[in-house]
């Protein structure tokens, strides 16, 4: 199995600030066929669905605010809120569907400083 | 808009199966284009995959679960369904399901999960 290792496990930024989140994974997930990484991120919120934020590393889903990017490739990643809003207080978790099973960092929790 | 919802029963006692179904409305659950998957998050711990459903290729569970899991899929009522027997404390989760995207050529590609339920807690208990 892929393992993915998230980093760091919590942050607390300041409104308006930047925060930034890594995710690691213990081989490249590079998809051959069309160049690109096999990565997503999602936002998770008590009481809400998972949200998908970003698909293959750095596509950002519809409807996702532009503060939210993401970069990286082979096996090193970046989530980056540009300029944190109070509503994006959440936990925040990479997947990687390069191969089978789908596995998930342990999370990034997102706090107001 | 697709919109996904998990039901089932929220307290399974320990050895029993636990039983969920997930219903998929605004979108077919039938087409080509997607598949299936039900993930879990234990309480405190993070998310797992449990496996899926792809309309012309059957199931595929995650090996950690392959032998107590049977996911299966309902056309007529546009749900999807998880099985999980044998149950134990270490199954008690808020377990989702979600939509993922496919591409077929030669193969079927897998892709990423785009539209998930909002989840559903299921508790382990005597």
């Known amino acids: 199995d892929i393992v993915m290792t998230q980093s760091p496990d919590s942050l607390a930024v300041s409104l308006g600030e930047r925060a930034t989140i890594n995710c690691r994974s213990s081989q490249s997930v590079l998809y051959i066929p069309n160049n690109k990484n096999s990565l997503a991120w999602y936002q998770l919120k008590p009481g809400q669905p998972p949200k998908l934020l970003i698909y293959w590393s750095s596509i950002r889903e519809s409807g996702v605010p532009d503060r939210f990017s993401g970069s990286g490739s082979g096996t090193d990643f970046t989530l980056t809120i540009s300029s944190l809003q109070a509503e994006d207080v959440a936990v925040y978790y990479c997947q990687q569907y390069y191969s089978t099973p789908w596995t998930f960092g342990q999370g990034t929790k997102v706090e107001i400083k | 808009q697709v919109q996904l919802q998990e039901s089932g029963p929220g307290l399974v006692k320990p050895s029993q199966t636990l039983s969920l179904t997930c219903s998929v409305s605004g979108g077919s659950i039938s087409s080509g284009s997607y598949y299936w998957n039900w993930i879990r998050q234990p309480a405190g711990k993070g998310l797992e995959w449990i496996g899926r459903?792809?309309?012309?290729?059957?199931?595929y569970y995650n090996p950690s679960l392959k032998s107590r899991v049977t996911i299966s899929v309902d056309t007529s009522k546009s749900q999807f369904s998880l099985k999980l027997n044998s149950v134990t404390a270490a199954d008690a989760a808020v377990y989702y399901c979600a939509r993922g995207l496919t591409e077929t050529t030669t193969l079927v590609h897998y892709y990423y999960m785009d539209v998930w339920g909002k989840g559903t807690t299921v508790t382990v208990s005597s």
């Open positions: 459903f792809y309309i012309s290729r059957g199931a």
